[in-house]
């Protein structure tokens, strides 16, 4: 029991950087509070004393905000961010390595008794106000989009968003991949800007992409241009711009550190 204890609460430091060391995590984090006290029930649960084993849960809904029924099958490394409203019905089974954020509900959709909850598999995330409803299967690595609501099985390694849930493939035709390479040379992340999500500021951004990677070809064929001409060396866009910046535009007098004037300063003299 404490091995798993220590195991939920390295996990706690590997997901969220706000977290400074293990006494905070222990008496502040709620996650961690119901996590614990789920363990506990589970195991009355499975030894038939169950009122006990709800009686206990309760308890640690009243003071978390994060309810789990003592039936549902949790995994080791199990994080809930925030957790508040976080809901994880009687035959749900998550599986190790999982992180839920606040708002998430594992439910069900039928009164029929036996399974009707799902399952998550291995290092699945489910993003703040989500909804993964019915006995359905979410496969290892899988990512759940905040306010989705997913009533199908999601397959490994994929993204669901949307109401309904629908999984959407990350594009692999010549233009994503350039806007994607064009995105990581300037320091922008472009994950999830795709077709399939319409968004007007994605689709905003990858015009500015395309736009930037039309002008970083036209000014490699002027460079090729004028190197042909003798008149200078062929130079290439940069690489890496993080240690490139442009200098503020300021409205002092005079920049200390650049020694530069302000225009009008300058028609002055």
């Known amino acids: 029991m404490f091995r798993r204890l220590r195991e939920d609460i390295a996990c706690v430091f590997d997901r969220d950087p706000a977290a400074r060391n293990t006494f905070e995590v222990l008496t502040t984090y709620p996650g961690i509070h119901a996590v614990m006290v789920h363990r506990i029930a589970h195991a009355l649960w499975r030894r038939e004393f169950k009122w006990a084993a709800r009686l206990l849960s309760n308890i640690a809904r009243l003071f978390t905000g994060i309810e789990i029924h003592p039936g549902a099958v ?69 990512r759940i989009g905040s306010n989705a609501v997913v009533v199908k099985s999601v397959p490994a390694g994929a993204t669901a968003v949307g109401v309904p849930g629908r999984v959407i493939e990350p594009a692999r035709d010549a233009a994503s991949r350039r806007r994607a390479d064009t995105a990581r040379r300037i320091g922008f992340d472009a994950y999830g800007a795709t077709r399939d999500v319409p968004d007007p500021v994605a689709n905003a951004i990858n015009r500015m992409l395309d736009h930037i990677h039309q002008m970083d070809s036209r000014m490699e064929l002027m460079s090729q241009a004028l190197e042909g001409q003798g008149i200078m060396r062929h130079f290439e866009h940069e690489c890496d711009l993080d240690a490139m910046s442009i200098p503020p535009a300021t409205d002092g007098e005079e920049d200390a550190d650049s020694g530069q004037r302000r225009p009008e300063d300058v028609h002055q003299r």
């Open 74 to 142: 949790i995994g080791r490394r199990f994080f809930i961010d925030h957790g508040m409203g976080v809901v994880i019905g009687e035959t749900a089974v998550i599986g190790d390595d999982c992180t839920l954020y606040h708002g998430v509900t594992l439910g069900g959709t039928t009164w029929e008794k036996g399974k009707r909850h799902p399952t998550l598999g291995r290092d699945v995330v489910v993003g703040a106000g989500a909804k993964v409803l019915g006995p359905i299967d979410i496969g290892d690595g899988a």
